[in-house]
């Protein structure tokens, strides 16, 4: 379902496969278990083409809100451009703005640059 790495300070959270209604809220608490046990560390989520549409948009946006509340940089990775669209859509205004990548290297790099500005 996922797996995850620190990349440059970087914790990296790649989605594999859409966990579907069932697997919503399991993934959801992995990832926010991740979350809380690197903070401060930013996080970037991956999806990857499997994951990028129906269920882990919700999750991502749910962490966003997590990670906005503890103030922890967050940007995801897609190439899925609609799902990129769909995810800009969607995003809370509020807190720690989202931001979404159509690389993953180009979305690690970004991150661990900002975060150490």
Known sequence: MMSHSLEHGVLVITVHDDPGRCGKALLLTRISDLVYAHRPAPVVIVLEAPAAAGAALGVVLRVHRLCSRLRILMSV????????????????????????????????????FAAAA
């Not at 800009?88 to 703005?97: H, P």
């Open 77 to 112: 990775a897609t190439g899925s451009a609609p799902a990129r669209r769909a995810l800009e859509a969607r995003a809370e205004g509020s807190g720690v703005r989202l931001v979404i990548h159509a690389r993953t290297d180009t979305a690690i790099t970004s991150t661990a």
